[in-house]
């Protein structure tokens, strides 16, 4: 393949892809939570938590095999644990681990990194962390079941190669959590989200950016993503959706969904074009869903060289990686439509973000 070939960029759905990875279509089990890759070069994997907590806090919480970027490095266990306080005080703490304290099933989700659990089962999960000053204890119940888009794995190259996997084990759950900083404790409840990621190609160079978002408004939950491929892959969209009405699916037809960009800005912090409003509309006949995310404001925005020590920020800097990550704080709102009619419409808070690897386009 010369430079300038492009070099597809697709979801497997095909009954070959399925049979690839062992699992089946619409009939997801506990080993897709389990252990993916052997966490060793040539691999990357993850399990993440985040809550809105009825007190007003908000929490993530991260299990990684390694730090996402160096996947050509041997396990390097790592947890991520940030938390934002009722009064909007945010704590970033992430502490590493030898690789002797990891271990993790591939049966179903037991991941152990020392004293630190992420554990479940496709339904019910025990979430423990400690780092630094920061500890959590957290139960999540799920009330959508887990659902994948298709296969769950992007695939990219002429053979599918290179590979970005996703599985939203609990698309929204209830949530019982007890957090603490610094000694001083709280016992809350909230709605809650889990998902696991893995594959074996740095991320960077499959994708430019993408954005990514849930929210649950009035009878609603939504999952929405709208992935852009790197150069080499044409600059190909993936898009992502589901909608879940009472705790049942019902869209999540790729096919079927538009993505709106509005209110564009450059963000000063990184220098990424922003949309202020992100837009997903789901047209099936004459029935239509729009779920828009509107921007109140930032909770993070974070430029990863920055994160880097000073020898690979430098190394980073000469290399042209500006990669970036921006959370944002707003309203989902979810109209249904009948014909011209709008029949019902929702609105909550939500939380979204826009992970941006490449440079930004002109």
Known sequence: MTRDQ?????MGSTPQDYTRFGIEPGAIKPHEDGLRTDGGPGSYEWWYFDAHLDDGAKLVVVFFTKEFTAIGKPLAPMIRIDLTLPDGTTVEKLAEFDT??????TDTCDVRIGENVFAGDLHTYTIRAKAEDVEVDVTLTGTVPAWRPESGHWLFGENGEQIFAWLPSVPEGRVE???????????TTGVGYHDHNWGNTVMLKLMHHWYWARGSAGPYSVIASYIT?????????????????????IADDKSKVTFEELGSYTDTETGKPV?????????????RYVVTYTRHSDLSTVKFADNLTPPKRF???????????LRFVGEVRIEHYEGGNL???????????????????P
Do not use: C
């Open 6 to 10: 492009i070099s597809p960029a697709r």
């Open 100 to 105: 002797s304290t990891f271990s993790a099933s």
């Open 177 to 187: 959590a007890t957090y603490s900083l610094a000694g001083r404790s709280s016992t």
């Open 229 to 249: 491929a790197e150069k080499q892959y044409g600059y190909s969209t993936l898009p992502v959706f589901m909608l879940a009405r009472d705790g049942k699916l």
């Open 275 to 287: 949309a202020n409003v992100t837009r997903y509309t789901y047209t099936d006949g004459d029935e």
């Open 315 to 325: 190394a980073a800097k000469l290399a042209g990686f500006d990669g970036a990550y």
């Open 343 to 361: 029949v019902e419409s929702h609105v909550d808070d939500a939380l979204w973000e826009l992970m941006y690897f490449g440079k930004a386009r």
